[in-house]
Nanobody, 114 residues
């Protein structure tokens, strides 16, 4: 059973930065896609960013130019660098990994507020 553990969430002021990290219990090279999703209160879970095995990345329009996803195969981690944070980025952020079936972490809370 694959486990994904997120870390790095917290409270930050608008305009600030946070770096989320997702640690996998398996080699991330086995997952063709890894990514970050988020779910705000009362809203559906939405895609934030994904990274594929050969390095291609995809971002939601709302985070383009502000967020960067990266994967480190040596550490089996996938990080999400979030800059210029806005109150509307407030959500629980989930790590996802796909290799046929999909796996989810338990989530980490990100709150952007002054």
């Amino acid at each position: 059973q694959v486990q994904l553990v997120e870390s790095g969430g917290g409270l930050v002021q608008p305009g600030g930065s946070l770096r989320l990290s997702c640690a996998a219990s398996a080699r991330i090279s086995r997952f063709h896609t890894m990514g970050w999703y988020r779910q705000a209160p009362g809203k559906q879970r939405e895609l934030v960013a994904t990274t594929a095995t050969f390095g291609s990345t995809m971002y939601a329009d709302s985070v383009k130019g502000r967020f960067t996803i990266s994967r480190d195969s040596a550490k089996n981690t996938v990080d999400l660098q979030m800059n210029s944070l806005k109150p509307e980025d407030t959500a629980v952020y989930y790590c996802n990994a796909r290799a046929g079936e999909g796996y989810w972490g338990q989530g980490t809370q990100v709150t952007v507020s002054s």
